[in-house]
């Protein structure tokens, strides 16, 4: 990870929960596969879009308002939407996903997806799905898309 991103990443996650975030991340490895704390993370993150609605959006400036003052609100970071020929491409920055501990980077990001997942859905893109497609990466962004992906 950069140091200057790093360093606020780390300022950003409540030291309160970062062992406890960090253990249970562990026992959940431990007892689970990877394919499944993904489910489960997904879920999580569908769970979490349902209790925060976003409000009805007309244009694509719209949604990436609506969706950061979601994630403004809960200190998730912020998101970039950019409409490409076949895509809508989702960049999200700065979540604190490393609360759970940089081995844990494997799987966390599904939540993100099942939040996007919910939160697209529910305005209408029914038909597409949300996909990641990168990895959290040293600059604290992760990429994913809504598209038609094969399933």
């Known amino acids: 990870m950069v140091p200057t991103v ?15 975030l960090t253990a249970l991340a562990e026992e959940f490895e431990a007892q689970i596969g990877q394919g499944e704390l993904r489910q489960l993370m997904y879920r999580v993150g569908c769970r979490f879009a349902a209790a925060h609605p976003l409000p009805p959006c007309g244009s694509t400036a719209d949604l990436a308002e609506a969706l950061n003052a ?33 081995a844990a980077l494997n799987w966390t990001p599904a939540f993100l997806e099942g939040v996007y997942q919910t939160w697209l859905s529910a305005l209408g893109a029914e038909g597409l799905s949300v996909v990641q497609t990168s990895e959290f990466d040293e600059y604290a962004t992760i990429e994913f898309q809504l598209g038609r992906h094969p399933a």
């Open 6 to 20: 790093d360093y606020l990443l780390q300022r950003q996650i409540s030291p309160q929960w970062r062992g406890l």
């Open 70 to 102: 979601r994630w403004q609100e809960a200190d998730w970071g912020y998101v970039e939407l950019a409409d490409q020929a076949d895509y809508l491409r989702i960049v999200h920055a700065c979540a604190p996903l490393q609360a759970f501990g940089s």
